[in-house]
């Protein structure tokens, strides 16, 4: 029988919203139907195919700060496609960056693939079409997090998409690695504000690697993506107002709205397809969030620009492959009842 459940390793009461450790998320699937819903709503719209000849099982354990999530995958041999139908269904902008810690597994992105063995680190690309295929059973951590988040222009990183960055850097990478594989376990007992930190310090580490790979400097030295860095912000930070338009944005930034539509035409995107993302995930995180559990969907959806209830179930469901009330099902705890 079909089932996901969320297994909390700390417990979060909805009558405690100022409760500063919050609970990793685990979901657990023993069927590949199952699992395939659940790496979809995790992270973005996904194909999943696997031996039918062999029970299957899976399990998620993930912790999320400041817009990045940690996500440890332990499971039976499978293969994820990131296909072009998958990503006319949204998510088009992250980047993946995959540490593999036990089996092996084949990254193929952009003509290029690449053999992960464990301690492996390697970076992907959603706007773009991916395979991923574990050949054993196996444990991976992936990192998602908007591209926006990285001082590099996407496309600089064009040419590291499924490659071996422990082979690019033998000196930074390992320490990235060390990093990183102490999480979403981690995370879990720490407060809001020391997760954002080691998210952030994350991003950085792995900023620091990638351009001194490239051999590039930052990016916001150049004025127009310091620019496209601050109309990204305002967005942010206006979400949850309804008015959020185009015109409001390009009338904040003094430019017009034919180039406001042209930044983000070269970013690969629209801005309307930028702002709903971005509520989405917005939408997505509080829901995941065990200490707002006494928040309605419908409060949170409100909370983040969307005041029609079943417009808002669609796009979710569009982007998760669920409804949004089955998705906090699934990736929070029952309320503690005393």
């Known amino acids: 029988m079909t089932r996901i459940t969320s297994l909390p390793e700390a417990r979060a009461s909805a009558r405690q919203p100022t409760e500063t450790s919050l609970p990793a998320a685990i979901a657990r699937a023993g069927d590949l139907d199952t699992f395939r819903s659940m ?40 293969l994820v496609e990131r296909t072009r139908e998958s990503i006319t269904r949204g998510g088009e902008g992250y980047f993946k960056v995959s540490l593999l810690l036990s089996g092996s597994s084949m990254l193929v992105q952009d003509g290029r693939e690449v053999l992960m063995q464990p301690g492996d680190l390697t970076i992907y690309d959603t706007s773009r079409p991916y395979s991923l295929l574990f050949d054993r ?56 504000a020391a997760r954002s930190k080691l998210a952030r310090t994350s991003l950085d580490l792995l900023d620091t690697l ?3 790979i490239l051999g590039c400097e930052r990016y916001p030295a150049d004025p127009q993506a310091k620019q496209f860095e601050r109309i990204r912000q305002y967005i942010d930070d206006h979400l949850g107002s309804p008015a959020l338009c185009p015109e409001q944005i ?45 928040r309605s969907v419908s409060e ?11 417009h808002f179930s669609r796009v979710f469901r569009a982007a998760f492959g669920m409804p949004p009330s089955a998705y906090r099902r699934a990736r929070t705890p029952e309320p503690t009842r005393r």
């Open 39 to 78: 790496v979809s709503s995790s992270f973005v719209p996904l194909s999943v195919s696997g031996n039918s000849c062999r029970p299957f099982t899976a399990v998620l354990t993930s912790a999320a700060a400041d817009e990045v999530v940690f996500t440890d995958v332990s499971a039976r041999p499978h």
């Open 137 to 192: 059973d196996f444990q991976n951590l992936i990192m998602m997090f908007p591209k926006s988040r990285l001082d590099l222009p996407s496309a600089f990183l064009d040419d590291l998409t499924a490659v071996s960055l422990n082979e690019q850097h033998q000196h930074l990478s390992p320490v990235v690695t060390s990093f990183l594989s102490h999480f979403p376990a981690r995370l879990t007992p720490l407060d809001t």
């Open 210 to 212: 990638l351009t001194d």
């Open 250 to 294: 390009a009338a904040a930034h003094f430019v017009s709205v034919r180039t406001l539509h042209a930044q983000f035409s070269r970013a690969g995107t629209t801005v309307s397809t930028w702002i709903r993302e971005r509520r989405l995930e917005r939408c997505r995180t509080d829901l995941g969030d065990a200490a707002l559990l006494h």
């Open 300 to 310: 949170i959806a409100t909370r983040w620009g969307f005041n029609d209830a079943a």
